[in-house]
């Protein structure tokens, strides 16, 4: 979060080889591909998955599992294979227990997935139990990776009362930090509140 992404995998790698219990390495690995996965670096991002989920198999540990399995169908919607995305949400469904640490990553991949259907306001749908969920929780960190498209969907269907509720989420959240990345989510969702796009 605070923008220094190769000293991140470099201590999730390094931790991955220290003594510790055994949903330690996996969870690990999912921290290396969701850091991987922000920086853009897809591929690697999904052979860190398949690493963490092997791991997570053979240590008989689902915690953590939604996040590899929301990446999945994350960036198989954004690079058009639709059929791998429907794969995974279907394997999480299996897979991911409910009130899983790390749900809503995948709460936000089946948003995705609806709207890349073509079906915007069921996307929507699927998004505003979390950011109520954040708002309950005072856990505004919840909604920094769906924010955007929370915040897009609100403003293009006209649901400023969630669109707000993100936009303030993450104002509460970008006034306890100097992270670049939680600032550059602030800006880019208070860009749809904030511009007329009619």
Do not use: C
Not at 24 to 39: C, D, E, I, S
């Amino acid at each position: 979060s605070l923008g220094r992404g190769d000293e991140a995998l470099h201590m999730l790698r390094a931790a991955q080889d220290a003594p510790g219990p055994r949903w330690t390495k996996p969870l690990l690995q999912f921290g290396a591909a969701v850091t991987l996965y922000r920086r853009g670096e897809w591929d690697d991002a999904l052979a860190e998955v398949a690493a963490g989920l092997t791991s997570a198999d053979e240590y008989g540990v689902k915690l953590g599992t939604a996040w590899p399995h929301a990446l999945h169908v994350i960036i198989s919607t954004a690079r058009g294979d639709h059929d791998s995305a429907r794969s995974w949400l279907d394997r999480a469904r299996v897979e991911v227990p409910p009130n899983s640490l790390g749900i809503e990553w995948l709460m936000h991949a089946s948003a995705i997935v609806a709207e890349a259907r073509g079906d915007p306001r069921g996307a929507l749908d699927l998004l505003r139990p979390v950011v109520d969920i954040a708002l309950t929780l005072d856990a505004p960190a919840v909604l920094m990776n769906l924010s955007p498209d929370a915040a897009r969907l609100s403003a293009s269907l006209g649901d400023r009362g969630t669109l707000t509720m993100v936009v303030d989420n993450l104002a509460a959240l970008a006034s306890k930090t100097r992270s670049p990345v939680v600032h550059g989510f602030h800006d880019w969702v208070a860009g749809w509140r904030d511009t007329d796009f009619a």
